[in-house]
């Protein structure tokens, strides 16, 4: 997989994953040099050194490689990277935070919940 992305302003999380699990090249072009013909010239460089490059040339070639992915799971309502968190038994969903409802607030399958308490007897 080679992937080039970035949305709003941050790396993209999935494919940064992708490219780590398969052992493809995953690059950010950094936007706002000195000059906006510099940017149309390091895109046309990178789109040429990384995509056209067939797999065994890319072994030859300095390619940038991801040191550290990130791979918690995000909230789906804050889009914060959790490690522990609820998640809808239906669509998957994660959530830092449990939700005021039984009902998943992204697929709206209704979860029974059901809290057994636990008495001392002592």
């Known amino acids: ?28 072009l950094e936007v706002g040099g000195e000059g906006e013909g510099d940017v149309g010239d390091a895109l046309y460089f990178r789109l040429l ?9 890319r072994k030859l070639l300095a390619i940038p490689r991801i040191n550290e992915v990130d791979f918690r799971a995000r909230c789906f309502s804050t889009h914060e990277p959790i490690s522990i968190g609820f998640t809808c038994s239906v669509c998957l ?3 830092k935070k449990k939700p005021k409802r039984p009902i998943c607030p992204t697929c709206g399958a209704k979860h029974p919940i059901k809290v057994k ?6």
């Open 1 to 28: 997989v080679v992937a080039k992305g970035r949305r709003e302003g941050r790396a993209s999380t999935l494919l940064q994953q992708a490219s780590f699990l398969t052992a493809g090249v995953y690059d950010e």
């Open 49 to 57: 050194h990384l995509f056209l490059a067939s797999a065994a040339d």
């Open 117 to 122: 308490s636990v008495k001392n007897s002592a």
């Open 93 to 95: 969903s994660t959530f």
